[in-house]
């Protein structure tokens, strides 16, 4: 690392760059100011200063701690604090519950964590009494987090109102003035083993599977579907017909679990099983059997062992997942049935002129 003096006989300088390839050098990623201006030739207030002005562009990351003494320790940003901090220490920010740290909120650092914490209790508080005002809401923030904002009514419009407003579980019912559980966190705590914040694990997944059988349910009726939505948010229908070996087919999937809002595909087609002879047959006259629909259809799979998929359509869905908890099918919903009879209809008109004669 270079030591470039001054002229004049001032104090050698040492840039950014080389100031942050400290952290690289050295054997753990996380430095005491001390351990560092022993690595370079400026003393060690002018590197806290420097470290201060790095932490302000978000380049270093830092933590007052209290051993024997109060020492702040440092690490670059690009290493992130979850590989910083060992796990015997509290994470910098998260606070180990999914349906908080999975939230943009203001801050970073301790101040971010404590946000989080003053989130989680009011989360916490709501879903155990299902209902209650944004007065009443206010204390419970505050009593969380008195530190990280100026009065109860800046936490809250700055942080919590953003974090419940971001949440799938809570809504705000202008008519009565309070906030409520959703129609899927209402589902959650009825049929729950236990709170929200507990077991989120086996929560989500329950909730990814409930918000697929549901889905199936509104649009086509049926909830038996195949596959495990948790592993790779994706389902399966089949559908028998009058013709041996031939069923409609449906595929759900999705990026992200349904349950966080993630926007969907939804395909329908034509599962085919029969002799590989056939299925070749069938694959081969491919494209008189695509320009039957009035639409653009794709094979899925062409030759799979003794079976081929002809997904005739696909769409996407941007279905708040809150809608498939009620009883009743939303509009948005019906649209989304409406589109499945239309494309059954010409699937099953393509299966009965193109496909059962081979």
Not at 3 to 13: K, N, V
Not at 245 to 258: K, R
Request: proline content about 3%; charged content about 30%.
């Amino acid at each position: 690392m270079g030591e470039d003096s001054a002229a004049g006989g001032r104090e050698p300088t040492v840039s950014d760059s080389e100031l942050l390839e400290l952290f690289d050098d050295a054997d753990v990623p996380v430095l005491k100011t001390s351990e560092l201006a022993e690595k370079i030739p400026i003393g060690e207030r002018q590197v806290r200063s420097r470290l201060e002005t790095l932490s302000e562009d978000d380049r270093v990351g830092s933590r007052m701690i209290t051993a024997q003494n109060r020492v702040r320790l440092w690490w670059h940003s690009r290493i992130g604090v979850k590989r910083t901090w060992s796990s015997t220490e509290a994470d910098l920010e998260s606070i180990d519950v999914e349906v908080v740290d999975s939230l943009e909120l203001p801050g970073r650092g301790e101040a971010l964590q404590q946000r989080r914490q003053a989130v989680n209790s009011v989360f916490k508080f709501l879903f155990d009494n299902e209902s209650d005002s944004a007065g009443r809401l206010k204390l419970v923030a505050w009593g969380a987090d008195p530190d990280s904002y100026s009065s109860p009514e800046s936490l809250w419009n700055n942080c919590v109102k953003k974090a419940l407003d971001q949440s799938c579980f809570f809504r705000l019912f202008e008519t009565e003035k309070e906030w409520q559980l959703t129609e899927m966190a209402s589902w959650l705590r009825q049929h729950g083993d236990c709170a929200l914040w507990n077991d989120w694990g086996t929560h989500r997944d329950r909730l990814d599977y409930e918000c697929h059988d549901r889905l199936w349910t509104h649009v086509i009726g049926r909830h038996d579907s195949l596959g495990k939505p948790s592993q790779n948010h994706t389902s399966v229908l089949t559908q028998g017909l009058d013709f041996e070996g031939i069923d409609l087919y449906y595929l759900l999937t999705s990026d992200e679990p349904m349950w966080s809002g993630s926007s969907a595909k939804l395909g329908h087609g034509v599962q085919i099983q029969d002799d590989p002879e056939v299925l070749r047959e069938i694959v081969q006259s491919k494209d008189r059997i695509e320009a039957a629909f009035s639409f653009t259809a794709n094979w899925r799979d062409l030759i799979e062992e003794d079976s081929t998929v002809l997904v005739a359509r696909t769409r996407s869905l941007d279905v708040d997942p809150n809608e498939v908890f009620k009883d009743e099918t939303s509009r948005s919903l019906r649209n989304v049935k409406k589109w499945v009879e239309e494309t059954q209809d010409q699937v099953i008109r393509v299966v009965e002129n193109e496909i059962t004669g081979f």
